[in-house]
């Protein structure tokens, strides 16, 4: 079945600094969504990616949908506290009979103040 | 608009019981899912509703899972008998149609013993 490669699994960064994750796929996506996941609560979407290449900000996080269809990134800018938690990438197919959306592992971030 | 809700929050049961877990969907979302998260890793698919079909549920261990959605509006997950490894969190998402952003509820965590 499908797989996704979330990288790093996890960072440890100082408040302000920038932050990268990106997710690799063994297979072609035609949505890449990002979510996080605060401890004791179900993951919130961040933001949705619909076409190869696009790139999409919500306010300091920025994510791109790779060109090849297999990989995307996701840009943390300036980092705060409250930016702590595990952040998901999920790929989804909407064609044939496969309509599940495929979740990598995670990337958990800490900021330290 | 509220979100998805789910209950009970918590639940620690012994082995070989039955459990049962509630979710109610964003209003006017057609399309229901209940996932499972293991410790560390993203959600899993179990199952997937489009109003009251079951059009997915090829991830659902039918031996002790069971769903409904009788009314196409809220819906019952329930494990019988639980077996240590269904220890877990259970998560319930919705979305306007199938493909569209999945929202998700805060999940019930599962407790085995």
């Known amino acids: 079945g499908q797989q996704l490669n979330q990288s790093p699994q996890s960072m440890f960064i100082q408040e302000g600094e920038d932050v990268s994750m990106n997710c690799t796929s063994s297979?072609?996506?035609?949505?890449w969504l990002w979510y996080k996941q605060d401890p004791g609560e179900g993951p919130v979407l961040l933001i949705a990616?619909?076409?190869?290449?696009e790139l999409t900000s919500n306010g300091r996080l920025t994510a791109q949908f790779g060109i090849t269809r297999k990989d995307s990134f996701l840009n943390i800018s300036a980092s705060i506290p409250s930016d702590v938690g595990i952040y998901f990438c999920?790929?989804?197919?909407?064609?044939?009979?496969?309509?599940?959306?495929?979740f990598g592992k995670g990337t958990l971030l800490t900021v330290n103040p | 608009e509220a979100g998805v809700v789910q209950s009970p929050r918590y639940k620690i049961i012994e082995k070989k019981q039955p459990v049962a877990f509630w979710c109610n969907p964003i209003?006017?979302?057609?399309?229901l899912y209940w996932y499972r998260q293991n410790l560390g890793q993203g959600p899993e698919l179990l199952i997937r509703y489009e109003n009251e079909e079951a059009v997915d549920d090829s991830q659902l261990p039918k031996d002790r899972f069971s769903a409904e959605r009788l009314k196409g509006v809220d819906s019952t997950l329930k494990i019988q008998p639980a077996e240590l490894g269904d220890s877990a969190v259970y998560l319930c998402?919705?979305?306007?149609?199938?493909?569209?952003?999945?929202?998700f509820g805060p999940g019930t965590r599962l407790t085995v013993l």
């Open positions: 209003s006017g979302h057609n399309t």
């Open positions: 297979s072609i996506f035609n949505t």
């Open positions: 999920a790929g989804h197919n909407s064609g044939g009979s496969n309509y599940k959306l495929t």
């Open positions: 990616l619909y076409k190869a290449g």
């Open positions: 998402a919705s979305s306007r149609r199938e493909g569209h952003e999945q929202f």
